[in-house]
């Protein structure tokens, strides 16, 4: 029961996670209008000029979306340990994802913020900085691939009679993770779907990241109901 309860506690963060993302979205002005690889040093140090302070507050709270993205990936982990395998390896493997994508998406915040800690730097500076956070956030997917991959394969390998995730969950992480790739190639194009604001890396790739928090957020807390049920009938 307290290992369910502590579930339940981890579950309701993905509330305010969503929230956070929504704000920082919106508040950030370089992702409303994505900023293009394409702009001149001149001009992306005057972005950073004008809206400095709306970049730092937006920064802020990325922050804090990265770090709520491990409750999630724990209690997928959770749910493997659950699942009828011959080994933890998958739950293993999936929590040694899971700190790659916050750590990548803090790391591109800080240069974010970097930026327009001193937006009165030489432009080629804060270029360079807007270029490593671009580069960084686009490019983090791997792993997120990897989880997607990980977990249907998990889900794949799950045999019970009643197995804890239905199978169309993995053919959905499956297509989570090929609507992904295309934003690993990034750092090839200056322009069309796979710059940094093209309609493959940045569009469907984070419209593929909200889709699947909010899918894998609702079969979580179904699972973790039913779960707490059981469990009651149990006792």
Request: hydrophobic share 60%; aromatic share 14%.
């Amino acid at each position: 029961m307290r290992r369910t309860d502590g579930e339940l506690i981890l579950f309701w963060t993905l509330p305010a996670l969503a929230i956070i993302w929504i704000l920082a979205f919106f508040l950030f002005p370089g992702f409303v209008h994505p900023m293009s690889p394409t702009m001149s040093a001149e001009e992306v140090a005057a972005f950073y000029r004008d809206e400095t302070a709306r970049i730092r507050y937006s920064m802020i709270l990325f922050n804090w979306f990265g770090v709520g993205l491990i409750p999630t990936v724990m209690l997928l982990a959770m749910q493997i340990r659950r699942m009828a395998h011959r080994t933890p390896i998958l739950s293993y493997s999936l929590i040694a994802c899971a700190g790659g994508p916050p750590s990548l998406f803090l790391i591109a915040n800080m240069f974010w913020l970097l930026a327009a800690f001193r937006p009165e730097r030489a432009p080629e500076l804060t270029q360079l900085f807007n270029d490593l956070a671009w580069v960084t956030f686009t490019i983090l997917v791997p792993y997120l691939i990897a989880q997607c991959l990980l977990l249907a394969l998990a889900i794949y390998w799950d045999r019970q009679e009643q197995p804890v995730f239905k199978r169309w969950v993995a053919h959905f992480n499956l297509l989570i993770a090929v609507a992904l790739m295309p934003a690993a190639f990034t750092a090839l194009a200056f322009d069309g779907p796979l710059a940094w604001d093209g309609l493959l890396s940045f569009w469907v790739k984070n419209i593929a990241i909200a889709v699947w928090i909010i899918v894998m957020g609702i079969v979580l807390g179904q699972n973790i109901r039913r779960q707490r049920a059981e469990n009651l009938v149990a006792a």
